[in-house]
């Protein structure tokens, strides 16, 4: 199981222009063959960036909809409240806000790996000894062999 953010979910529904950014939404559809979680804050920030994609025409009020509708299907969400504990402490000893940490205090609680487009988010944990492990979607390869 991984843990994703909403750095990542939004590149399921909204492409990127620049080759670079490109990449990173193929990176992020591969993760789709993977069983992922997040806390449940996932689907609040993933409708807000929906809404304001949608405000700025880059989607269309269905598409955010829609996007939004399957998040469930998508990503197994976690209540966010058994995790706020642990995400304030880490917000505290990484000088980073809760919203962020609690992707962290999620990966933490399940031993999983949280993937992150976010790349302040992961280079900092990568420095600090969090014991969380912690992948840019830059960096991140998909441990599925190629069929």
Not at 4 to 12: G, I, L, M, Q, R
Not at 35 to 43: I, N
Request: proline letters at 5%.
């Amino acid at each position: 199981m991984l843990v994703v953010d909403t750095s990542v979910a939004v590149k399921w529904v909204i492409s990127e222009a620049s080759t670079t950014r490109e990449a990173g939404t193929e990176q992020a559809l591969a993760l789709l063959a993977h069983g992922l979680m997040a806390p449940d804050l996932l689907a609040i920030e993933f409708a807000n960036v929906l809404w304001k994609r949608q405000l700025r025409r880059d989607i269309g009020a269905d598409q955010a909809e829609q996007a939004l509708a399957i998040l469930p299907e998508t990503v197994l969400l976690q209540p966010s409240q058994p995790y706020l504990q642990t995400a304030l402490s880490l917000a505290v000893a990484l000088e980073h806000p809760v919203y962020d940490c609690l992707f962290l205090a999620c990966a933490a609680a399940h031993d999983a790996e949280l993937v992150t487009a976010d790349e302040r988010l992961a280079t900092l944990v990568q420095h600090r000894n969090t014991g969380i492990r912690v992948t840019n979607l830059a960096d991140w390869i998909d441990p599925t062999p190629a069929r």
